[in-house]
C-alpha cells in the first residue's frame, strides 16, 4: 500500500459519516464534533475540486484521485492528533471507492483499494436520503440518490463493516448516533 495513505494510530475512536451526496454527513460532522468537544474531517473532495472549478471550470478527472485520497488521509491523520476521544470523519477512502466504481465503471486505483482492506474505523453512520438534495458546482446526481444509497448500504454489508442507519432531522440523527456513541464507549 501506498505510505502516503496509512492511518497513523490513534487513541480516539473512529466514526465515518457515509453515504450519497447531500444526505447531511457534513452537518452531522460538525455537530457530532461540537457535542463531543472534539475533531471533525472534512471530505477533502470537495474543497480540491471547488478550486479545480472555480479556477478552471474542470470536475474530476481519474488523475485527480489518488491526490485526493492523499489528502483526504493526511488531514485525518492530523485531526486524530488532536481529538479527544472521539475523531469524526466526513468520508473516507472507502466512500471514494464507492464513487469511483460508480463514476469510472467499476475502476478505482489500486492503491485506494489496499488503503481500504487496512483501514481503521469504529464505526458507520450511513446518512439517509430522506432530506432534500441540494444543488452546488460539484453535486450531479439528484437522481441516483437511492441507487447511491444502496450500493453505499451494501459496501458497509459486504465488508462486515458495523454500522448504523441514521435517519429524520439532524436533532433525530444525533440522538440517535450519540445512543450508538455511548455503547462504543462501554
Known sequence: MEKTLRQIPSDCLKIVLFG????????????????????????????????????????????????????????????????????????????MKVYCEYYYDGFCPEAILEACKNEQYDHYFLTQIDIPWEKDDLRDRPDDR??????????????????????GTLEERIHAASQVLQTLKE
Open 20 to 95: 450519497p451526496e447531500s444526505s447531511g454527513k457534513t452537518t452531522l460532522a460538525k455537530a457530532l464534533a461540537e457535542k463531543y468537544e472534539t475533531e471533525w474531517v472534512p471530505e477533502f473532495m470537495r474543497g480540491y475540486l471547488q478550486e479545480k472549478w472555480d479556477l478552471h471550470g474542470e470536475h474530476i478527472t481519474k488523475e485527480d484521485l489518488i491526490p485526493i485520497a492523499q489528502g483526504q488521509i493526511r488531514t485525518e491523520n492530523e485531526k486524530a492528533l488532536s481529538a479527544n476521544s472521539y475523531l469524526f470523519c466526513d468520508t473516507n477512502l472507502r466512500e
Open 146 to 167: 437511492l441507487t447511491l444509497f444502496r450500493t453505499f448500504e451494501s459496501e458497509l454489508i459486504t465488508n462486515h463493516l458495523p454500522y448504523t442507519l441514521l435517519e
